[in-house]
């Protein structure tokens, strides 16, 4: 089968942009309207994306006072959206190390059924130190021991879906049998960090396991995508790491021995879109100047766990010594090591640093044509950088409306994008198989 583009668009904010909550396109509704959210995923759905996503940090903010953020609960909305929508895959965020497994595997087994088999789970292990603090942890969990955590997670979750075999309920009202007990199994984990019973209480979903999403980059964070994940998230500033990231990955996930097309790899892409190159750099530059850079300079110590940056002048260039070893940051490590490589490569002023990040975070931001981008995602899509793209528009639903009107028609006349969705399933769109179940392997049929 041709290979097929994937599109996922990352809902957050009003957008993607630091100050997009506050752009005059950007959608009117409150940040705590689930009808906002269900707009955003009915759009990208008549734009035939493969799926949404929904981001989630368990603190609030220290720049609330300047940034609108997503507010509601990320598994709550995909209960409202698996009934809003029909065919989209719907990918909502949580934390290995501040949930309950047996709740959190309950609750995706729930929402698979409910959405008919278009869930994914992003797995994190939560970078943020104020996040730490909400759940009684006087510190952060260090790097190493949220990953140690994770692993015995999946496992456990993992374990917990497969409890049940796909023919467990009869439900035959004539013969009064409702389930067979001995196609549900309990899961008897004892481990370092979790002691679960089980079974689970709900029965296998329709796509077996939600489809598992991960975006950690550090090494120890590739690892774990390599074992587990069916599709990643990445954060690039430029096309040469993206590419290095590719193919290592792909490399482990083959050495995992998985098949390098079950992991897809989709980096981040935030795109400013005109008519011509010099009106978009224009409108991107507008975004820019909207932006508060304080509130840049609370986002840039937060992702280096709380290091402090306020002695430094706005407008003096900077040196990788400004910060600190990326290798020694217990947040969020690998885009650490993004940001110090820009600092590194194009010694920019802080103002000019924070500038870079308010487009999207140290994702990539493009500014251009509808077939300048075509260009770059084909160039992306053939040159084996991407399998696909997480879509971050800065603003919405302006800049979502431009991508879909004017750079999807693109793509499908190239033959990279589908034309109409062929599957009901997100596993279906992602073109990933459904897991088989470790009790009762296919072929071993019902007794
Ligand atoms: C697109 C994308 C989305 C992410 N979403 C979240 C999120 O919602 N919550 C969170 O705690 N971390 C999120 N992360 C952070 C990652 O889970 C991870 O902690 C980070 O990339 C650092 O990787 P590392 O821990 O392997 O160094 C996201 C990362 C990316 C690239």
């Known amino acids: 089968m041709k290979r097929q583009l994937h599109l996922n668009l990352f809902i957050q ?6 100050a997009s909550w506050r752009h005059p396109k950007a959608s009117p509704l409150p940040l705590t309207d689930i009808r906002y959210v269900q707009e955003m995923a009915a759009r990208a759905e008549e734009g035939l994306f493969d799926s949404i996503f929904l981001a989630d940090q368990l603190a609030l903010g ?9 507010w ?24 290995t190390t501040y949930s309950e497994p047996y709740n959190l595997a309950r609750q995706f087994a729930s929402l ?18 104020p996040a730490a603090r909400n759940y009684g942890d006087a510190g952060q ?40 007990p001995d196609r549900i199994c309990p899961v008897n984990h004892e481990g370092a960090y979790y002691k679960v019973a089980g079974p689970l209480n709900i029965p296998r979903g329709p796509q077996g396991r939600p489809v598992l999403v991960q975006a950690g980059s550090s090494d120890t964070g590739r690892r774990f995508a390599a074992r587990h ?33 079950q992991a897809l790899i989709l980096p981040g892409l935030s795109p400013v879109i005109a008519g011509t190159e010099a009106e978009a750099r224009k409108l991107a530059t507008e975004m820019n100047d909207l932006a508060d850079p304080e509130v840049g300079r609370k986002r840039l110590s937060g992702r280096f766990g709380g290091y402090d940056f306020s002695h430094l002048p706005l407008d003096k260039p900077l040196s990788p010594e400004d ?47 509808p077939e300048q ?51 009901e399933t997100l596993r279906d769109h992602f073109g990933l198989t459904r897991p088989e179940n470790q009790y009762w392997p296919a072929g071993r049929a019902a007794e």
Do not use: C
Request: hydrophobic share 45%; proline share 4%; aromatic share 8%.
């Open 323 to 369: 910060f600190p070893d990326p290798a020694t940051v217990e947040a969020a490590r690998s885009r650490t090591e993004v940001i110090v490589g820009v600092v590194r490569r194009e010694k920019p002023t802080l103002r000019e640093l924070l500038s870079k990040l308010a487009g999207a975070r140290g994702h990539f931001v493009f500014a251009g044509t």
């Open 62 to 70: 220290e720049d609330v006072a300047r940034a609108g953020r997503n």
């Open 373 to 423: 981008l075509a260009d770059l995602i084909e160039e992306w899509f053939t040159e084996g950088v991407a399998d696909g793209f997480n879509l971050m528009p800065p603003v919405l639903p302006e800049m979502l409306n431009v991508f879909i009107e004017q750079v999807v028609p693109l793509l499908q006349r190239r033959g990279l994008f589908r034309t109409a969705y062929d599957g």
């Open 72 to 95: 509601l609960e990320p598994l709550t909305v995909l209960g409202a959206l698996a009934v809003s929508t029909n065919k989209i895959g719907l990918i909502a965020t949580a934390s």
């Open 229 to 261: 994940a069916e599709a990643v998230f990445t954060a690039h500033m430029e096309k040469a790491t993206a590419q290095a990231f590719y193919k290592d990955l792909k490399a482990l996930v083959v050495e995992e021995g998985r098949s390098p097309d």
């Open 13 to 18: 904010s009003r957008g993607h942009h630091e």
């Open 112 to 129: 698979d059924h409910m959405s008919g088999g278009r869930v994914g789970w992003n797995i994190v292990t939560s970078w943020s130190v």
């Open 141 to 180: 969990v260090s790097h190493a021991d949220r990953y140690a955590r994770a692993e015995e997670y999946l496992q456990l979750a993992k374990g917990l879906w497969d409890g049940w075999a796909d023919d467990a309920i009869v439900d035959d009202r004539e013969s009064g049998l409702y389930a067979r």
